[in-house]
């Protein structure tokens, strides 16, 4: 297992990795009707105009985990408001389970984007990391978060955040376990067995 950074040919393997395990290693369909469109929201910007802030795990030639991080988050809620959000609308209004879907979490959303959150040291990095089943036990998080948080440290942040679902204490204990505090929680959608997502962050 090698660590490496992103490339552009890694793009559709971290797509996947990140439709099949959306939803705690779970396929992304258990919790949101559009496959493409939800790997857009999550991943696109990260991939297309922050690549050189991601990494990848690979064993032989198959990308088998990522993390992509975040440097620059003026750049990304830019580029979120004006290219990756207006390009999502038309497939949202075309679809009537995801227009369905979208105004039931609509509440829910927009009273988590108003509310107040912790005061994050700034400059602020975040990340969003995966690894395929069968190859965590081989450090491939481990590995991947290193990497990134030297990549963060040299570019002068701060702070990282990250957030993961409340219910998924595998990914909770792996934060605790890389000095990440559970400093936060807020509402995430509404679903019966999802309720929240634990907010942590690392000062560095």
């Given at each position: 297992?090698?660590v ?10 971290v797509?996947?990795i990140a439709?099949?395990s959306?939803?705690a290693?779970r396929?992304v369909e ?5 496959r493409e ?10 991939t297309d105009?922050e ?8 064993v032989?030639?198959?990308v088998?985990g990522y993390?992509?991080?975040c440097l620059h988050?003026s750049?990304?809620?830019?580029v ?7 390009a999502?609308?038309?497939?949202v209004?075309?679809s009537?389970?995801?227009?369905c ?14 509310r107040r959150?912790?005061?994050?040291p ?15 036990g ?5 590995e ?9 440290r040299t570019a ?10 409340d219910d998924?204490l595998k990914?909770c ?8 505090v559970?400093?936060d ?9 999802v309720?929240?997502a634990r907010i942590y962050?690392k000062y560095?």
């Amino acid at each position: 297992m090698q660590v490496r950074r992103y490339q552009q040919i890694d793009r559709a393997a971290v797509r996947t990795i990140a439709a099949d395990s959306a939803d705690a290693g779970r396929p992304v369909e258990h919790i949101f009707p559009d496959r493409e469109l939800f790997i857009d929201l999550i991943t696109r910007y990260y991939t297309d105009f922050e690549p050189g802030s991601a990494w990848v795990a690979v064993v032989g030639d198959r990308v088998v985990g990522y993390l992509t991080g975040c440097l620059h988050p003026s750049h990304r809620a830019r580029v979120m408001a004006l290219r990756i959000a207006p390009a999502a609308i038309p497939r949202v209004m075309c679809s009537a389970r995801v227009l369905c879907y979208v105004f039931r979490n609509l509440p829910t959303w927009t009273r988590s984007l108003f509310r107040r959150g912790p005061d994050w040291p700034k400059p602020v990095a975040h990340l969003h990391i995966n690894v395929l089943d069968g190859h965590r036990g081989a450090n491939a998080g481990g590995e991947l978060m290193a990497a990134f948080l030297e990549q963060a440290r040299t570019a002068g942040m701060k702070s990282i955040r990250v957030s993961t679902r409340d219910d998924n204490l595998k990914a909770c204990r792996f934060f605790d376990k890389h000095g990440f505090v559970a400093v936060d929680k807020k509402p995430l959608f509404r679903s019966a067995t999802v309720a929240c997502a634990r907010i942590y962050a690392k000062y560095l």
